[in-house]
């Protein structure tokens, strides 16, 4: 083959040539099939990088919420990720936010119980990371043990937006408390707070996603007010599956003042760290991984390694989510140690993976096809050859020597317009020896 030609093609194109004997044009096309593979595989590892930054809706300045976010915030940054924080009014607001049609955020804190009968195609959850129970403060000369006993009092049950609100209206609703003569305040967690301890306000239901913890302090602390007992918790469980009990044990706001004076039952949902179902799956792993590290901890109402947890309620777990509770970071990450290294050489090894389980059996197949097709070009040859061979047998006449000299001509013309590779050049010599050697026996052969 002329070597100026070699110099003005592809490598790739000149090796398939050269090896598998292909013509030009064939070379150029699987040439540029395989690197279309390669540049869609190299595209597709670029694209699928996780981006830099999130947005998370969390909840009013000093709320669990809120702490829950700065916390994310400090970790992902040790990673390279950018957490922007979104405050909101609580639980619902999240909800509302992650729902809108235009992603203004891609993750958020949601408390169970309030997607009842939301639209959820979109989201999917990582897990719950944390119980919030609710807590019911009330102004009461006696304890009180019913939510029942607070009808037609002026009652604090949330600001619009958080979950408190949700959760606290169906529970007065479950014990027949839907309105008048009962006023219902919807006020935000420190105005609810004044207003109790004022006198102003006969009853407040708080949470963590709207309550900071120091209004929560100043309440527990204060002798005119008590904290309600769930006496029914077990009840409530049956009829709203996503409470949980909990119990306060005595002394574990303040072991010296001995606040509470007594065990006290809370029920409460848990929260779950909800997500947009797009959201990349390196992304999922780090924030569960950072859920992790914040909410793994022991505390008044959990056991060390309880939080992140799977557990399903209005938001399915999302597969990546369900990867991780099973075998945790992948292998790359804990090798390295690095969120972006990791992440590359996973999509890597992704793209790379279904790229080999293509190439490397076409590559495989290809030689072994085209030396099937090459020997069937040979074989060709060799079947008029083998006929002639036969019909010049025993005394000729100048006629039909003449005749069968022809049809060797034509024979010798189309193996000369065989093109082979130089894999196959014995073969080829082989069969060009054959033809001079009947050529011979022709030559040899007595007259008729």
């Given at each position: ?10 490598p ?23 690197s ?5 595989a190299l595209?597709?590892?670029v ?13 009013p ?30 639980s ?45 403060f ?12 607070l009808a ?19 529970l ?9 003569p ?22 407040v239901?708080?949470m963590g ?46 072991l ?8 006290v ?10 997500a ?5 799956p ?22 060390r390694?309880?939080f992140?947890?799977?557990l ?13 509770y099973k ?15 990791s992440?590359i ?14 190439i490397?059996?076409?590559?495989r ?12 070009r040979i074989?060709?040859?060799y ?5 002639l ?6 005394p000729l ?28 050049a ?12 009947v050529r ?6 007595a007259?008729?």
């Amino acid at each position: 083959m002329d070597a100026s030609k070699n110099k003005s093609r592809f490598p790739m194109v000149t090796a398939l040539v050269e090896t598998f004997g292909f013509s030009p044009a064939w070379a150029f096309v699987v040439a540029l099939g395989i690197s279309s593979l390669c540049l869609l595989a190299l595209a597709w590892v670029v694209h699928s990088a996780p981006p830099r930054s999130l947005t998370i809706t969390s909840g009013p300045e000093g709320s669990s919420f809120a702490r829950y976010a700065d916390g994310y915030q400090k970790i992902l940054a040790t990673h390279g990720v950018t957490l922007n924080i979104l405050p909101s009014q609580g639980s619902s607001e999240n909800l509302r936010r992650l729902q809108a049609p235009r992603p203004g955020v891609d993750v958020g804190f949601v408390q169970g119980g309030l997607a009842k009968d939301a639209k959820l195609d979109s989201l999917v959850s990582l897990g719950s990371v944390a119980y919030q129970p609710l807590l019911v403060f009330y102004r009461n000369a006696a304890p009180i043990s019913r939510l029942a006993e607070l009808a037609g009092k002026r009652l604090a049950v949330g600001a619009p937006g958080s979950g408190t609100r949700t959760l606290a209206l169906a529970l007065l609703e479950a014990n027949g408390i839907t309105g008048e003569p009962t006023k219902f305040d919807d006020l935000d967690a420190q105005a609810a707070a004044a207003g109790l301890l004022e006198g102003k306000i006969d009853a407040v239901f708080l949470m963590g996603d709207s309550a900071p913890i120091q209004t929560l302090r100043n309440l527990v602390q204060s002798p005119e007010v008590q904290l309600f007992n769930f006496a029914q918790a077990d009840a409530y469980l049956r009829r709203f599956p996503s409470l949980n009990r909990m119990v306060l044990p005595e002394g574990s706001f303040d072991l010296g003042k001995d606040l509470p004076v007594k065990e006290v039952v809370l029920v409460g949902p848990t929260v779950e760290l909800v997500a947009r179902d797009d959201l990349n799956p390196a992304l999922s792993d780090i924030l569960l991984e950072t859920a992790k590290e914040i909410h793994g901890k022991a505390g008044l109402l959990q056991k060390r390694g309880e939080f992140p947890a799977p557990l399903e309620h209005e938001f399915p777990i999302s597969d990546d989510a369900r990867v991780y509770y099973k075998s945790g970071m992948g292998f790359f990450y804990r090798l390295s140690n690095s969120f972006w290294l990791s992440s590359i050489l996973n999509r890597v090894l992704v793209a790379l993976v279904p790229l080999a389980l293509v190439i490397i059996p076409a590559i495989r197949m290809l030689p072994v096809l085209y030396r099937w097709n090459i020997s069937l070009r040979i074989y060709r040859c060799y079947r008029p050859l083998l006929r002639l061979e036969r019909d010049a047998t025993g005394p000729l006449t100048a006629e039909r020597r003449e005749d069968l000299l022809r049809q060797l001509a034509e024979i010798e013309a189309e193996v000369n317009r065989l093109k082979v590779p130089a894999s196959f050049a014995s073969q080829f010599y082989e069969l060009r020896g054959h033809l001079v050697f009947v050529r011979q026996r022709l030559a040899a052969a007595a007259p008729a």
